[in-house]
């Protein structure tokens, strides 16, 4: 009785603390500069359909273009990135960091955690942020964990290369961004390994959950894009 309890605060606690966050960014803000620019060039595209003559047509082109170019520059960095090559690539930090979390670009879910993590570190720059989904992600460069790894459960760097796994890294990352309070109930032993279960499930079953293939299949095609640079 008492655990069950004790985990219900703890979910209730978890489930109030993102309902107080805010879930959105400001429109500017969550696409990016260049988001933006194709958001706006969207806006512009009827008059540029219908065409408001030819002396005010310029600036509106203008606009479309830097919109185009903003949308291709990713892609066409990503396209020129190799696996097989560490360099600096997908990580985001500043010499003052406390944990590097170590996250997968292209889980959705992953990101809305990463997202507002990013926004409240914003201004403090304690934590540094690692893509592991980028091309050019180093095990060198990170405590030596390998692309496998950190596919299979969330892991964080402290100084001095110190690794932490699982709902410790979650409760590293809460404290510094100032809501320690949310996963503070992890420090209880039992606590820790129940909830430690419940993340391992999750782990295990995101990529599906998330409508990507499984995880031998994520590893085979990352392979064989390394072989093929």
């Not at 809501?179 to 391992?200: D, M, Q």
């Not at 031998?216 to 894009?225: A, G, I, M, P, S």
Request: aromatic share 8%; hydrophobic share 35%; proline share 5%.
């Amino acid at each position: 009785m008492l655990l069950k309890q004790t985990l219900g605060s703890f979910l209730r606690c978890q489930a109030s603390a993102r309902r107080w966050l805010p879930s959105t960014a400001p429109r500017a803000h969550q696409l990016g500069s260049c988001g933006f620019a194709s958001h706006q060039a969207s806006r512009l595209s009827p008059l540029l359909a219908t065409g408001p003559g030819p002396t005010s047509t310029s600036e509106p082109t203008r606009h479309a273009d830097k919109a185009h170019r903003c949308h291709q520059r990713p892609q066409a960095q990503r396209a020129q990135n190799t696996c097989c090559h560490a360099t600096s690539a997908g990580q985001d930090f500043k010499d003052s960091w406390e944990i590097k979390m170590l996250y997968d670009g292209d889980c959705p879910l992953c990101m809305r955690e990463v997202n507002m993590l990013r926004k409240r570190d914003k201004s403090q720059h304690k934590i540094g942020f690692v893509d592991i989904s980028s091309q050019d992600y180093s095990p060198k460069d990170n405590a030596g964990i390998s692309y496998e790894e950190a596919m299979g459960s969330i892991h964080g760097i402290l100084p001095g290369d110190k690794v932490i796994t699982n709902v410790d890294v979650f409760r590293k990352l809460y404290e510094v961004v100032g809501l320690g309070w949310v996963y503070a109930v992890t420090r209880i032993s039992f606590i820790n390994k129940l909830a430690n279960r419940v993340y391992a499930l999750w782990a295990k079953y995101r990529l599906p959950i998330t409508g990507r293939p499984d995880i031998d299949t994520v590893l085979r095609q990352r392979k064989e894009t390394c072989k093929g640079s």
